[in-house]
């Protein structure tokens, strides 16, 4: 099983350019997510999608921006890379607005110069 | 604001022992609370989950946590650590009719020592 699949797994880019990160999941959910993690802050929200053509703010979504491409498809796109975006980014999805149960991709390392 | 705080950064413990790690959270309701695990490389695997009902939730590999409403916590516990516990764990409480999302703590990084 797939599960939740993310795409690419190390990228590094240069101050000021752009990328977008890739996310995939077969369960069927509804609800898809974005995190980022870095050390000592745990895991902070960018962007979630409670569901297919919905999408709102998390706590730290300045410098991105999201998409919901259909129900299976979740990206994240970096405008104008920053150093200070240097991070481990999560993809995440729940079956069910209250379940709270999430899966997690295996993570992007997002390096910028 | 909800809130989730766990106070150990590191914690290091001899294999066999037991261990605790402590999760305390901010939140106006009943929440629903998480512990997950990340190894190295890896992403984040549920432990275990509370929604209601009896406070003390059994998980995977051998682990429990105890919900107190009073002490707004959360701790994990195991009774007998084995090496391959050593990870990072994270505490998080879901948010009622908020689109699923969960916020999570800082993490507590298991060092396990033979």
């Known amino acids: 099983n797939a599960g939740v699949t993310q795409t690419p797994k190390f990228q590094v880019l240069k101050t000021g350019q752009s990328m977008t990160l890739q996310c995939a999941q077969d369960m069927n959910h509804n609800s898809m997510y974005w995190y980022r993690q870095d050390p000592g802050m745990g895991l902070r929200l960018i962007y979630y999608s409670a569901s297919e053509g919905t999408t709102d703010k998390g706590e730290v979504p300045n410098g991105y921006n999201v998409s919901r491409l259909n129900k299976r498809e979740f990206s994240l796109r970096l405008e104008s890379a920053a150093p200070s975006q240097t991070s481990v980014y999560f993809c995440a999805s729940s079956g069910g607005t209250n379940t709270g149960e999430l899966f997690f991709g295996e993570g992007s390392r997002l390096t910028v110069l | 604001a909800q809130s989730v705080t766990q106070p150990d950064i590191h914690i290091t413990v001899s294999e066999g022992a037991s261990l605790e790690l402590r999760c305390n959270y901010s939140y106006g309701a009943t929440p629903y609370l998480f512990w997950y695990v990340q190894s190295p490389g890896q992403g984040l695997q549920l432990l275990l989950k509370y929604f209601s009902g009896d406070t003390l939730v059994q998980g995977i590999k051998g682990f429990e946590a105890e919900f107190k409403r009073s002490q707004s916590s959360f701790n994990l516990r195991k009774p007998s650590v084995h090496w391959s516990d050593a990870a990072e764990y994270f505490c998080?409480?879901?948010?009622?009719?908020?689109?699923?999302?969960?916020?999570f703590g800082q993490g507590t990084e298991l060092s396990v020592k033979p």
């Open positions: 998080a409480v879901g948010l009622y009719n908020q689109g699923g999302k969960l916020i």
